[in-house]
């Protein structure tokens, strides 16, 4: 494939792989926050329902702004308050998304501890508390975006000097702190977890109330699946980013001139680095679906459940649907009795 083939490929993904992501992804979130919104109980649900709500967010407003701006040009770039939030605040939606799941990973650690004070921490109250300190924290953090982003030569951006700090923020908070910490405390679960299945098995030999606890063991052993696969996917979907804009920042910095092939290549992967954040926003509720059994299983309830509603309703249609014709047709002959029709 040729670098000038690289646009027209560019220009189909913007046409059609958006608006596909943005359906599926809108579609799957909506489906977890249907089937965990009855386990808010449990705090690693909370996390990833509340993530869930924060991706449709993210890729409503992300995706129609970008096809709008393919199609009719960038509103963003007639209003400087509008270029502002728009950059501030769905970055802040997004940064929230992704840390709820570092959140869910750090869940998994206290749950799985033997300690019973980390154990604690994996309660709904507290989840609901630190949801909300994070989210004030990623705020905060962000408000430099809202302050120096600017509209310059008719484009809404960041530009020189603000740039080279905008990008450190973005490598460090997006791309370094997120799947580092989601990894390590993925792999302190996984052996919290095969520690404590042994130490309980051995328990469950001598009393029933250890047994009733096994149960609540596979579930949370589940939940586990569930976080370290979207933690998997996070580390793929989201490794392209930070090296594109590194290139970028390194090669501007060094004024290197660039050739329209070296240019259509570097736009062409800055475009997929996007594209591929937004397959990770869009991906969770297909992630779940793969890796785990009792989603899949919460999923089938939930359709069924469904069926049942439908079946109720049309019951209860055609119980009443005899009166209601009944009903029509007096009134018909009525009518025509009086010499109407």
């Known amino acids: 494939m040729s670098a000038s083939s690289l646009p027209v490929l560019q220009r189909y993904l913007n046409q059609y792989g958006m608006p596909i992501c943005l359906i599926l992804g809108n579609i799957g979130n909506t489906f977890i926050i249907f089937i965990l919104k009855k386990r808010q ?3 690693c649900s909370m996390y990833l329902l509340n993530a869930a709500i924060m991706n449709i967010i993210f890729l409503t407003f992300n995706i129609l702004l970008l ?3 393919y199609n009719y040009g960038d509103p963003t770039s007639q209003s400087l308050i509008f270029c502002k939030l ?3 605040l769905l ?3 997004g940064q929230i998304s992704r840390y709820f799941i570092v959140l869910a990973c750090i869940d998994r650690f206290a749950v799985t501890s033997l300690r019973a004070g980390l154990r604690t921490l994996s309660q709904p109250a507290k989840a609901r508390n630190l949801m909300i300190i994070l989210s004030i924290i990623l705020f905060l953090c962000a408000i430099h975006i809202f302050i120096f982003t600017t509209i310059k030569n008719g484009r809404c951006g960041q530009f020189p000097p603000y740039y080279n700090y905008y990008l450190a923020y973005i490598i460090l908070f997006t791309s370094t702190i997120p799947p580092l910490t989601m990894t390590i ?4 679960s996984y052996r919290n977890l095969k520690l404590s299945h042994g130490h309980m098995q ?3 030999n001598t009393t029933n109330h250890s047994r009733n606890n096994l149960p609540m063991q596979r579930r949370d052993q589940e939940l586990l699946i569930m976080v370290s696969a979207e933690v998997f996917v996070y580390v793929i979907t989201m490794s392209i980013y930070p090296i594109i804009l590194f290139e970028v920042a390194i090669t501007n910095n060094m004024n290197i001139k660039k050739s329209a092939d070296y240019l259509a290549i570097e ?3 800055m475009f997929i680095s996007y594209f591929s954040a937004f397959i990770n926003n869009a991906a969770p509720f297909y992630i779940y679906l793969i890796a785990s059994t009792t989603f899949r299983q919460s999923f089938i309830k939930l359709f069924k459940h469904s069926k049942n509603v439908r079946i109720k309703q049309q019951g209860q249609y055609n119980r009443y649907c005899p009166l209601i014709t009944r009903e029509i047709q007096d009134k018909n002959n009525y009518i025509q009795k009086l010499g109407f029709n």
Do not use: C, D, P, W
């Open 41 to 43: 109980q449990n705090a």
């Open 67 to 69: 096809t709008y701006t």
């Open 86 to 88: 728009r950059r501030f």
């Open 91 to 93: 970055h802040v939606v």
């Open 185 to 188: 405390f993925g792999y302190l």
């Open 202 to 204: 051995s328990i469950a």
């Open 267 to 269: 736009n062409f992967i």
